[in-house]
């Protein structure tokens, strides 16, 4: 069996680890559409797997502790990408990921609901990708967290899946019980909302999506090729176990976060995932050293740091599942796997402070128990902190809900052995709006561009296929000009163009703007090092640029940390 042998490249990763540069790889072309429906369909499968919340060194083959040997054995065969750039928090990156756009521009604002979040509906103005793979005679599966419109007409059911079992919602339990409306579950299925009778006593969420997939796919008509999005809501708090899952990580990180945040750094230089010239030697930690904690707060965010492990090795687990079943089946080798996280890792210190005025403090409603001895229990609704968050995201600076590389940039990888080299790490600038055009050119076709679809005008796309730089036709995915910005509101932003990057934001959680600072992302990836008086020309012009094409008009942050 195949799987065998990727299991075993992955036990091998922990004496060796691979960090050379793209070979050039075989590659088959993709069979057109019209020559697939004249025959029989053989274009490949694409199945998109997205973990929530998860850090760039978070999985083995990233650099991490945690035991994630299926992950592992996928990325080691496949190209690992190091440079890959997503929105600062998980419904920006969705539009992004779906239109092949900057979210706001693909979004519709509704008025703030009562607890201040707003719930921004996934424009019909635009095509995204499950409609499109359906354009395209692919059948369409979704599991997992939609977090794109809770309105009728908005949701997976008619946006595109054939089958989907999803969460609606951009955060719910991963067991059997409500958390923040008491007769809303939050999940839906083909587009009927799921009552909490219709689930097991023993429900967990990871477990439930992988087993509704594996029904998707094993129902699928054969020889018709699938698109499958399993966009998971592991590790993203509340951060839940199983209780047999519980202690699996238990004292391993008792040694604190500053001493993880330098294994990590160890860990994935080894791996051979770090952009060249990264260093912890000018990173500047936001979180209070560990040694100035008291017992109690050491004891808090260690133990959820163990059961945010437990969360990962569980994920990895259930794919190993997936996995196991396309190898079985025969499908694997003519399986795309992408594997992203959607932002940089969580610094949410939701039941874990001590401090009743900090950033998600404890003001829990009735019925949650954010206890130590329920931690990871039901009830219970804690994140691991900015410290642990940190860990598994330095050496770039800042976290999820930061337009800084330690928020927007993704740990992700390809695997398709047909086509894609084994064993490379991808240094080339990607982002998440070039999957679309991506998996269109994957399925002989491409986007209609501007003009009529499913009887409503839609706009055109700013993403580029990858297709030919993930095969090896081309050595970079992008041209050196490539330019991707970010806006936080319509003074705030950054602007990546080539090798540079201007910013203006402040620290998480910290409102207003700074002078416009100057990066080059290739000297100086952890954004330590502000040359902006060195190139006062190359700021004005980049800056120019971001007014006239970004500002208010790619993506907005607007979750806390």
Not at 8 to 17: D, P, Q, R, S, V
Not at 51 to 76: K, M, Q, R, V, W
Not at 206 to 213: A, D, L, N
Not at 228 to 257: E, S, V
Request: charged share 20%.
């Amino acid at each position: 069996m195949q799987l065998k042998k990727y299991l075993a490249i992955a036990a091998l990763f922990i004496l060796t680890a691979c960090a050379s540069e793209t070979e050039e790889a075989v590659v088959e072309p993709v069979t057109s559409t019209a020559t697939a429906q004249a025959t029989e369909d053989t274009r490949p499968n694409i199945l998109f797997i997205v973990a929530d919340d998860l850090g760039f060194t978070d999985i083995g083959a990233f650099g991490s502790e945690i035991s994630t040997p299926n992950l592992d054995a996928l990325a080691l065969q496949g190209l690992r990408l190091n440079s890959l750039h997503a929105g600062p928090g998980c419904q920006p990156t969705r539009a992004m990921l779906m239109t092949s756009m900057g979210y706001t521009q693909v979004t519709e604002n509704r008025p703030p609901l009562d607890n201040g979040e707003r719930d921004n509906l996934l424009s019909r103005d635009w095509a995204i990708i499950p409609e499109l793979m359906q354009e395209a005679g692919y059948a369409t599966y979704m599991t997992g967290k939609w977090d794109l419109g809770k309105d009728a007409g908005y949701t997976p059911a008619t946006r595109g899946f054939d089958k989907s079992f999803a969460q609606i919602n951009a955060a719910s339990s991963f067991f059997r019980e409500y958390f923040f409306d008491p007769e809303d579950l939050g999940f839906e299925e083909n587009g009927v909302s799921v009552n909490i009778e219709d689930l097991d006593e023993d429900f967990y969420v990871t477990e439930h999506y992988t087993s509704k997939m594996l029904e998707y796919l094993q129902a699928s008509e054969e020889g018709k090729p699938w698109f499958a999005f399993m966009p998971y809501t592991a590790p993203h708090w509340p951060l839940q176990l199983p209780d047999d899952w519980l202690d699996k990580y238990a004292g391993q990180y008792d040694m604190g976060y500053d001493q993880l945040r330098e294994q990590r750094f160890i860990g994935a230089q080894k791996a051979g995932v770090l952009p060249d010239n990264s260093s912890l030697e000018n990173f500047t930690s936001v979180a209070e050293p560990w040694a100035n904690l008291n017992k109690e707060e050491q004891r808090k965010y260690a133990r959820s740091q163990e059961i945010y492990a437990g969360m990962i090795e569980y994920l990895d687990m259930s794919i190993g599942r997936l996995i196991a079943y396309l190898d079985e089946s025969g499908q694997l080798e003519n399986t795309i796997i992408v594997f992203s996280s959607d932002h940089g890792a969580s610094g949410g210190e939701n039941g874990v402070t001590t401090d009743p005025n900090g950033p998600g403090g404890p003001k829990e409603p009735d019925h949650i128990n954010n206890s130590l001895e329920n931690f990871g229990k039901r009830g219970s609704f804690i994140d691991h902190g900015v410290g642990f968050g940190e860990a598994a995201s330095a050496p770039f600076k800042y976290l999820k809900s930061s337009i800084n590389e330690g928020g927007v940039r993704a740990a992700a990888f390809v695997h398709y052995p047909k086509a894609v080299a084994a064993g490379g790490v991808s240094q080339s600038y990607i982002s998440m709006m070039d999957f679309l055009p991506t998996f269109m050119e994957i399925a002989g076709t491409e986007h209609p561009g501007a003009g009529s679809f499913r009887g409503r005008e839609i706009n055109d796309i700013r993403g580029e296929s990858i297709w030919p730089y993930l095969t090896g036709q081309t050595t970079t995915a992008h041209t050196e000009a490539y330019t991707v910005g970010w806006s936080n509101n319509e003074d705030a932003g950054a602007l990546v163009q080539g090798d540079y990057k201007i910013i203006n934001t402040l620290a998480p959680r910290q409102r207003g703007t700074t002078d416009w600072r100057l990066y080059n992302l290739v000297a100086d990836p952890g954004e330590h090092q502000n040359i902006a008086e060195d190139h006062p020309k190359l700021l004005t012009k980049m800056v120019a640029e971001w007014e006239a094409n970004w500002q208010s008009a790619e993506l907005h942050t607007r979750s806390e940390l």
